[in-house]
């Protein structure tokens, strides 16, 4: 069997055991393909002896993979995300995970859905990302690019922040809060949706801001265009801390008077997705949504 990709990253959930048999599945899958693999050496210990695989570091892995499968759950896919930021690579998940928005193959279709995708049989997907910076003084600090969300939130627990927030050079709100999330369509079925949020549809052009815990009942999220610029402005820390977090993985702590900046990236993410892949199928499965209606005939 030919391969549609010449060179396949595999990673997943390191130091876990319940994924070394949907490895060893995915390996030997892999093994009939006319294709070079390369698996995380994290994963060494998972594989067992004699498996005949080439074992690699993350900058290999991102300097000459043309795909890379990844097995978890929607945490291990963002970090796999972060390892392919400077050379954007087309993402597949197997999902060993608990809700799984994002790794949508499970291991008793990963043959049928893997060796599709190798044949080229495959739905893609673009997806958002988010850029930011902070500026502290005159210094200014580039943070990771995020897939699902940037979050500005308190350290100390007991604590509100005070903050505000600017779109496009205009004053929006000043806030009384835990923080304030600012997510991509990926990232609203992530913190951003237990926060009240909104669901936003994978292709829509948006991203959302969702204030954490807000005191006035009447601070509510809001969605904005993708093109616009965000900047958030510590105002007080009330004798705390702040941070500002990339998809939750890279922290970077704030002060008093410190801003941080955010915006849709050049550069967003491209998911591989099996034929049939349906969203809203996803959402009614995950988040318990009501079953589609029964049609019956009548004469």
Not at 28 to 53: F, I, M, Q, S
Not at 194 to 214: E, F, H, Y
Not at 216 to 226: E, H, K, T
Request: net charge negative; hydrophobic share 40%; glycine share 10%.
């Amino acid at each position: 069997m030919g391969s549609h990709f010449a060179t396949i990253a595999v990673l997943g959930r390191e130091g876990d055991p319940q994924i070394a048999a949907t490895l060893a599945a995915l390996l030997a899958e892999l093994r009939t393909a006319e294709t070079a693999v390369l698996v995380d050496k994290a994963l060494k210990p998972l594989t067992g002896p004699g498996a005949g695989v080439q074992f690699a570091g993350h900058p290999q892995l991102a300097a000459e993979a043309e795909l890379a499968i990844v097995i978890g759950g929607d945490g291990t896919l963002l970090k796999a995300a972060h390892i392919f930021d400077a050379r954007p690579v087309p993402l597949v998940g197997i999902n060993l995970g608990r809700l799984g928005f994002l790794t949508d193959i499970t291991p008793e279709s990963l043959d049928g859905d893997i060796g599709a995708i190798l044949r080229g049989e495959y739905q893609a997907e673009r997806r958002l990302r988010l850029q930011s910076e902070v500026l502290h003084a005159a210094q200014v600090t580039a943070c990771p690019p995020a897939l699902n969300d940037v979050v500005i939130q308190k350290t100390d627990g007991g604590r509100l922040i005070e903050f505000e927030t600017h779109v496009d050079g205009q004053f929006v709100c000043a806030h009384r809060a835990d923080g304030i999330i600012v997510a991509t369509p990926t990232g609203s079925t992530a913190y951003a949706l237990s926060g009240g949020g909104s669901i936003l549809q994978p292709a829509l052009n948006a991203v959302t801001l969702v204030p954490i815990c807000p005191h006035a009942l009447g601070d509510r999220p809001i969605v904005l265009s993708s093109a616009s610029r965000v900047e958030i402005v510590i105002n007080h820390t009330h004798g705390g801390r702040a941070q500002v977090t990339s998809d939750g993985q890279h922290t970077h702590l704030l002060s008093t008077g410190d801003r941080v900046r955010v915006q849709c990236a050049a550069e967003g993410v491209t998911f591989i997705h099996p034929r049939g892949y349906d969203y809203y199928r996803i959402l009614r499965t995950k988040l318990h949504w009501g079953p589609a209606p029964v049609r019956t005939d009548r004469s």
